[in-house]
């Protein structure tokens, strides 16, 4: 264990096959997460943030963490590799969250066409008919429901 004055990490000398185990796991990866937020964290603090997790299992988890974790002052900080792996998670959280909403407007999108193939049909029916004074009703009807179904769909998008 080397002390790094510079940037006051602890140096462990630890190949990537320990820090890809180490962030094998969701709650490990959670613990990154939740620090990388926060700044520094003591342990309640961190068991807390994960709510439904026991003292026993946060303690292994956090043992487990030794290159991405720094204790000191009963406080956890990330280390070097630790920061580096919160900025990978953060880019990782990013990536599929667009990707969902990016799946999500596409879905709009679809519903969207459907809607007007359908009052494509459904227009022409209403206008050969022999309903009189009722076709514009029920044509502004159609419409008016194409109009409700894109705006629920973009609210829903607006949501996420």
């Known amino acids: 264990m080397i002390?790094?004055?510079?940037?006051?990490?602890?140096?462990?000398?630890?190949?990537?096959?320990?820090?890809?185990?180490?962030?094998?796991?969701?709650?490990?990866?959670?613990?990154?997460?939740?620090?990388?937020?926060?700044g520094e964290l003591n342990f309640t603090g961190i068991k807390n943030s994960l709510k439904e997790i026991d003292s026993p299992t946060l303690s292994?988890?956090?043992?487990?963490?030794?290159?991405?974790?720094?204790?000191?002052?009963?406080?956890?900080?990330?280390?070097?590799?630790?920061n580096a792996a919160y900025f990978l998670l953060k880019k990782t959280d990013q990536?599929?969250?667009?990707?969902?909403y990016k799946r999500k407007l596409?879905?709009?999108y679809i519903i969207t066409i459907f809607c007007w193939v359908g009052a494509e049909f459904a227009i022409p029916l209403?206008?050969?008919?022999?309903?009189?004074?009722?076709?514009?009703i029920l044509i502004n009807i159609v419409i008016g429901i194409i109009s409700v179904v894109n705006y629920v769909l973009?609210?829903?998008?607006?949501?996420e």
């Open 3 to 38: 002390n790094d004055k510079k940037s006051n990490n602890i140096n462990y000398n630890i190949d990537e096959e320990d820090i890809f185990k180490s962030l094998s796991h969701k709650i490990r990866r959670n613990i990154i997460r939740i620090i990388g937020n926060k």
């Open 60 to 82: 292994y988890h956090l043992k487990s963490m030794q290159s991405l974790l720094i204790q000191k002052e009963n406080k956890y900080f990330l280390s070097d590799i630790g």
């Open 95 to 100: 990536s599929i969250d667009v990707s969902k």
């Open 106 to 108: 596409f879905h709009t």
């Open 126 to 136: 209403i206008l050969f008919s022999n309903l009189g004074f009722l076709i514009p």
């Open 154 to 159: 973009i609210s829903l998008l607006r949501r």
